[in-house]
């Protein structure tokens, strides 16, 4: 145990050494204090003296210290120092240490910084004034040194567990907001995948297997709520010759082309898959036979009416148009075929059904 140290300094303030407050509290502190710069401590106050006995207690705990005579010279440092602590004198000239406290903590960069006031009053007045302000604690002179050196070491523990929490709160933060972006992304390839899984990738309308998958849904519903259905099977016709005469690749543009015609044509509600090769089904919920009929007929209007690169080409479709009747989807499906068949034999370029 250190010796009791009394000095009464030239400006009046005695000092007083270890023993009225434990030394130096051992776990927590250390914790906070390691693999960290030093604490920088500021100390404002207009008497030169305060400053040195101030400085000379404080600097027995390693702390780097700053200091300004003036509220003016503290404000423009303290923003640039940006101290763990400010120890801050009332009464000064100029702007006075309420003014200081007031601007520090009205700005969001120094807001954060603990504010002990050093006061020779006792004034209860100026106490109240002070915590309402925003500081953390009051030092009274003359100082006691053990007690000042517990205030200024305990303010300086809380202000960086403070900072510590706050990067710690930041940094799960932003894990959390990746999380979330990983998931959406997540998601996003799901619904990619999804999309790939029931696309034909030619012609980007369903594929075989979900246009059976969807007509199956449509029957339930059909037949769930009693409404009516209809079933187009469309077929360009001599497809094999446009492929034979102009070549795979532009057949394959035919495709693509009659594919987004029919598309076009269509309601949200409407399902256009690729049935097969130059095979297209389109199931129609709610359609009664008359307007699948202009539907279809719709259809091939426009194929028949689209223009080619190959001059000469002429496209048509043939379409079979089935009305849904308590069918399976496959005697739906036959019934539709049945009618292309029809259509095809009837000369092409027409509907049957
Ligand atoms: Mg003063």
New binding site residues.
Partial sequence: MKKQLLTESSAGHRFAGAGLVPEKSAMPSEAIFQNTPPPSVFIV???PI?IQILSTILSEEKYDIAVATNGEQALKMIRDVNPDIVLL????PGID?FGVCKELKSCQETLGIPIIF?T?RTDTEDIINGFHLGAVDFVTKPFNTSELKARVRTHIELKRSRDIIMQMNKRLQSEIEEKERMAKERERLVRELEKIAITDSMTALYNHRHSIELLKTEIAEARRYSQPLSLLMLDIDHFKSVNDIYGHPYGDTVLVKVSATIKKLLRDSDHAGRYGGEEFLVVLPHADAREAHITAERIRRNVEALKWDATDLRVTISAGVAMFDNDTPSSLIKKADHLLYRAKNNGRNQIQG
């Fill in positions: 106050d207009d008497i305060n004198d009332i009464v000064m240490g050093l020779a």
